[in-house]
């Protein structure tokens, strides 16, 4: 993730702590200086597209963090595996399915 992709996120997550729904595109080029919604437009789509990020498409404000603790975890899990050589070991992916994180490896 970018330092820009983390602002982003950063904020998308405090205001939905705060306000409980999430902030327009207009709100986040407000608060964080990018001028027109262009900019955080195509930021929140990779963020999306890359797994940080969900949204229920023709819904407004429908931003949310995208399990956020399993990403966190899956990662730390992830970089422990391979420092052990046994991420793809059966056991640990029959774990990481039963998990439901597989789409975070």
């Known amino acids: 993730m970018t330092e820009t992709q ?7 997550a405090a205001f939905i702590r ?3 729904y999430s902030p327009s595109y207009q ?4 608060a964080l200086g990018m001028g027109g919604k262009s900019k955080p437009h195509r930021i929140v789509q990779r963020l999306i597209a890359d ?4 949204q229920d ?4 404000r429908s931003l949310r963090l995208a399990n ?3 990403r966190i975890a ?3 899990l992830r970089h422990e595996l391979i420092a052990r050589g046994e991420l793809y070991s059966p ?3 029959a774990c990481i399915k039963r998990a439901g994180l597989e789409a975070h490896l």
């Open 6 to 12: 983390q602002r982003v996120y950063d904020f998308i």
């Open 57 to 60: 498409k023709h819904r407004q």
């Open 27 to 30: 709100e986040i080029a407000d």
């Open 74 to 76: 899956s990662k730390t």
């Open 91 to 93: 056991a640990i992916m």
């Open 51 to 54: 797994g940080h990020l969900a």
């Open 68 to 70: 956020p603790v399993a």
């Open 18 to 20: 705060e306000h409980r």
